[in-house]
């Protein structure tokens, strides 16, 4: 089993629709929980990490989390086609700094 | 300003060829890594510092080293490199171990021909 694990996709979603993009990980263990967009031939940039379980929302953005499940989950809403990208969820294994990234979603916006 | 920046952005070079791609960060983090991102867009750690100190050594052949001379610098010297080495490589770096995510660098294009 992979320690995190997403949908390579491609998601494709309607612009103005939610975009849901799904991650679930290993190690229970794991405290901290990130998303991370790559724009193609770009380096990854943080959109949202979240620590507790629940939604945290950041414009339009929320990330979802549920440690009993071992789930991560992003929503964008009012989803545009610059949104169109790969996003990578990444945990924070045993708190030691060490992010372990899932291969990533791409993610494509149609106007 | 940029925050992490990396050099080469590009690098070809012949197999067997020894190169070095050298990091710099102006955040004032305290923990620096190295990553390689292969061509199925798969992210994976290969090297982390912190204050200079290596706490990081995933399973990666020993032709891969890497030198930190000070807490914001981070280089990667690969010897006789072979054409599995070609991918994309990015430095990191973050403060309080990661906690609050990583800023990476722009990345260099390594091809081995």
């Known amino acids: 089993q992979k320690e995190v694990e997403q949908n390579s996709g491609p998601l494709s979603v309607p612009e103005g629709a939610i975009a849901s993009l799904n991650c679930t990980y290993s190690?229970?263990?794991?405290?901290?929980f990130f998303w991370y967009r790559q724009y193609s031939g770009k380096s990854p940039e943080l959109i949202m990490f979240i620590y507790s379980n629940g939604d945290k929302e950041d414009g339009r953005f929320t990330a979802q989390l549920n440690k009993a499940s071992q789930y991560v989950s992003l929503l964008i809403r009012d989803s545009q086609p610059s949104d169109s990208a790969t996003y990578l969820c990444?945990?924070?294994?045993?708190?030691?700094?060490?992010?372990?990234f899932g291969q990533g979603t791409t993610l494509q916006v149609k106007p | 300003d940029t925050a992490v920046s990396q050099t080469p952005k590009y690098l070809v070079t012949q197999m067997g060829n020894d190169k070095s791609i050298k990091c710099e960060q102006n955040l004032g983090h305290d923990t620096m890594y190295w990553y390689k991102q292969d061509s199925k867009k798969f992210l994976k750690i290969m090297f982390s510092?912190?204050?200079?100190?290596?706490?990081i050594n995933e399973t990666v052949p020993n032709r891969f080293s890497p030198k930190s001379p000070d807490k914001a610098h981070l280089n990667l010297h690969i010897n006789s490199l072979e054409l599995g080495d070609s991918a994309v490589y990015f430095c990191a770096s973050s403060q309080d171990v990661g906690n609050y995510g990583y800023t990476f660098g722009s990345g260099t294009r390594l091809t081995v021909v």
């Open positions: 190690d229970r263990g794991s405290q901290s």
């Open positions: 990444a945990v924070n294994i045993g708190n030691t700094g060490k992010l372990i």
């Open positions: 510092y912190n204050n200079k100190e290596l706490i």
